[in-house]
């Protein structure tokens, strides 16, 4: 594993000469930057000067600043450049910016160093060693190859190298049985605030019990629901409690790969979010009268609140509950599109209503849970176990007949 760089130092080196006597470089400091030594001036040793420091500053500057001119060969672009101009331009129009630079951010750790034509498979196995997961080692040089592909196209340098990704797990096969979603759902609503081992009355998971029952019975991801509004909005999705139908993408949001369609709610769910939308916040506080949720609905705005807001994310109370529920860490709040699905195929749906449902394929619902289906196979396993029905074949010598016969005709005159 590479050792980790100090990143450029200012230092002192000697005055020295060549062995044919001419003088190599003055007395002075220098950058030292990856074993290469730069000019920073003269000064005092141990004092580096103000000159000295501006010289400093304006290489880091410019070595960590994004490339801007093209056609650099690999050797040219640093890792941490083609990082920043990544960062910088497609990031921010990411749905989560924020995991995406948090990602990146482990990537510059190892590779910030680095350039284009360091990389290889042993330095990507290497990085890999050194993450706590494979999945998470893989998504993050995902973001690397993205980061280095964009760079490629926009035509900063001449040459991408490839990014060795350890294996894609297979597909997670775990889903919730009613009871276990049930008692998730319950341990989420009777969730309590705690403090220094004490538990107080203040519940902290009703809007993950909210969370959980639209995610489960919309097979809608995590990100959608926890973005979702409760009227339509500007660059989220909504819910139309009018027509009974999930929005799940904004007006004018960029479409991915991901999808995203309408779903029709169910009824029974349909009834709760109408409920939330004109039920009064329960508000347990000491001061009422300064908090700046009276009046509030529990879906004011969106679908999932909390202290007013959006939920950006549901992780940490989602593991608090799955721990109460008796639940393995296998649970995660993905399960839920998992379980949807298993429960369309398990209650025999059509297949083209389940895969319009959850915003798939009609062959990546069969590929992945047809076997749930109550059809899967079936005349398959009951075929295999009848005897074969012998079918009456034309006689060989009537057969030749009939084809010497066919041969002394003409189709056209048959025609006319």
């Known amino acids: 594993m590479p050792r980790t760089s100090k990143g450029p130092l200012l230092v002192w080196r000697e005055e020295s000469w060549n062995k044919n006597g001419t003088l190599r470089n003055k007395a002075g400091s220098f950058i030292w930057d990856r074993s290469t030594f730069l000019c920073a001036g003269g000064g005092e040793r141990g004092r580096p000067g103000i000159e000295t420091e501006k010289a400093l500053a304006a290489h880091i500057a410019d070595k960590y600043s994004p490339v801007r001119e093209h056609g650099h060969a690999a050797v040219d672009v640093l890792i941490a450049q083609v990082i920043h101009l990544y960062l910088n331009e497609v990031a921010p129009a990411h749905v989560t910016p924020e995991e995406t630079a948090a990602r990146l951010d482990k990537i510059l750790d190892f590779f910030g160093e680095m350039t284009l034509a360091d990389i290889n498979g042993k330095l990507c196995r290497s990085y890999v060693a050194t993450r706590s997961t494979e999945a998470a080692a893989r998504r993050e040089l995902e973001d690397l190859r993205a980061a280095i592909n964009y760079c490629r196209k926009e035509g900063y340098t001449t040459a991408a190298p490839t990014i060795s990704l350890p294996e894609k797990r297979a597909a997670r096969e775990r889903w919730l049985t009613r009871g276990e979603a049930a008692a998730l759902i319950w341990a989420a609503w009777r969730m309590k605030q705690s403090w220094r081992g004490q538990e107080s009355d203040r519940r902290t998971g009703r809007h993950l019990a909210r969370f959980i029952l639209v995610a489960l019975y919309t097979g809608t991801r995590s990100g959608a629901v926890c973005g979702a509004a409760i009227r339509p909005t500007e660059g989220r999705g909504y819910v139309d409690l009018d027509s009974g139908v999930f929005h799940r993408r904004g007006d004018g949001a960029k479409r991915t790969k991901k999808r995203q369609p309408p779903v029709r709610l169910p009824d029974r769910l349909l009834a709760h979010l109408r409920r939330w939308s004109r039920t009064d916040l329960d508000i347990k506080t000491k001061g009422r009268c300064k908090s700046a949720n009276i009046g509030r609905k529990i879906s004011q705005d969106f679908v ?27 649970v995660t709040p993905h399960i839920f599109r998992h379980t ?68 002394d005709v003409d189709p056209l005159q048959e025609l006319r």
């Open 304 to 330: 999932v609140e909390w202290n007013g807001r959006p939920v950006k994310s549901i992780k940490k109370s989602f593991r608090k509950a799955r721990i109460i529920a008796g639940l393995g860490p296998d």
């Open 340 to 407: 949807a699905a298993t429960w369309l195929m398990q209650a025999g749906t059509d297949l083209w209503q389940a895969a319009g449902f959850l915003g798939i394929t009609v062959d990546v619902l069969v590929d992945i849970y047809g076997h749930h289906h109550p059809d899967f196979q079936i005349e398959a396993a009951e075929n295999i176990t009848k005897k074969s029905v012998a079918t009456k074949a034309t006689k060989p010598s009537k057969l030749g007949e009939a084809q010497r016969a066919n041969a």
